[in-house]
């Protein structure tokens, strides 16, 4: 299929033109209608195209299309819809005719795929960020935040992972190797089906039979195996059969399978989306699915960067990703395989430029780069990171707690330069540090008799103060905070992130519903309704 190209001049008598008497200026029709020809040039997409063969829909209008669908959250088939009876979808692809024809929804299903087997997966959200950096509004100030994405497929128990594990295996083996599988299947389950399979669900002993069995059935599956070459779809059912048994299962007193009475780490909770994972919002809140990962400039709320992670990955460990423009560059792109995140390395309109903000009680930070975020991202790792690039930092890092009210670590003083640790009763101790990097005070037996024992410890052995990699970065990150001034500007800056979030997440189909399956899909679905975001704020701007 070769390039298609969009149409030059509209008909004055059948074309859409008139929509913009009755659309705002700074409405997301308006600023596709004067921009699209430039954000999204056909040629910007030639490479995803032969050099022969039937013309493709021109893909700027392709590209409108699934911009509009994003920020209304319809699916593939409404989007189409909207776009061949909507008179302002029409406009916003260029001022098409009326009676312009449309297109199977299975274009949209295409583009996509090409964009992700591209060298440039994320290139309809780079184009509307390197058009704000083109007129100026983007400054070298990040705020970041996360917010949850729900998976789009149901969580499932063990007993129906382990038959949808087995099943996956028989599916993606040859006949010959499938006769070899099922012959070692003790049980009259064929596993033609999918779901729990016949049991009485009511009987424990018939409930612990099943799982027992299924277990059996697994590990027989995986001696049949052992010691193959498996091509690449064999060998992930055979891996994933492997983890949700070990995730899964383990054995009693006697032998016999059951399930486990714990919860694994990175446990997988779904064989049809393999990637999702649990994830806790808060302490009470818990959601199944992906993280969404922003950072948005502040003073002009475009995004500029995002990344889709497993629920169960923390804020800070996304952070590098988002502010890679603030780091030192290099001459090479890179692309992440799994959020199909790029870095090419050298983005104008940031670097060492200062700070922009306003705001005359803001904290007057040193030349440089400023990235905000809330204590999430005050982790030491990522302290360190920004101290290390000369970035400054507005991310607020947790003071240390004690239980019951007993006195904090910062009652301590840490002398990290002699490498001792002096007590609120005057007594100090040497830190002893280990392979890892890590040190431990320990005060020992000068707790038995002290008078502040009480509110100090109840541990039998005395207190021990912990000193981590990373105490000297947190200690400086802690003594800026405190300062009323720094709060302020950290109260004043840091929410503008979540009014954003608001926005992406104002639909629920493909906002804060997954619309896709698997990390990086759906972390094309989110760069995309952060292009449409984009789009829109620049109408405003």
Known sequence: ?????????????RGTGFVADRVGDDSVFSVLFRSGHRLFADELFSDLFALGGRRSVPPRIVATVMVLQRWFGLSDREAVAAFEFDMRWKYACGGLEFDYGGFCHTVLVGMRARLAASEQPRRVFDATLEAARAVGVVSARRVLDSTPIYDAVATQDTVTMVRGAIRGLLGAAD???EAELRAVLGRDDDYAVGGKGVCDWGDQVAREELVAALAADGFGCLDVLEGRVLADALSEAAELLATILGQDLEEDGSGRFRIARRVAPDRVISTVDTDARHGRKTSARRFDGYKGHIAVDPDSEIIVDTSVTAANVADSEAAASLISDLLPKTNNTTTDPDTGSTDTGNHPGTGNHPGTGTDPGAVEYENGPTVYGDSAYGSGEFQQLLSENGINSGCRSPEPTARRGRFNKDRFCV???NRTVTCPAGVTVTIKTSRDSTGRASFGTACTDCDLREQCTTAAAGRTIRVGKHEAVLAKARKRQKPRRWQNDYKATRPKVERKIA?????????????MRGVAKVAADFSLLAAAANIARLGTL
């Open 503 to 515: 926005h992406l997440m104002r639909r629920r189909h493909g906002g804060r519903r997954a619309r």
């Open 1 to 13: 299929m070769s390039l298609g190209v969009s149409p030059v001049q509209a008909d004055l008598l």
């Open 175 to 177: 006949a010959v190797l």
């Open 415 to 417: 002398d990290l330069e």
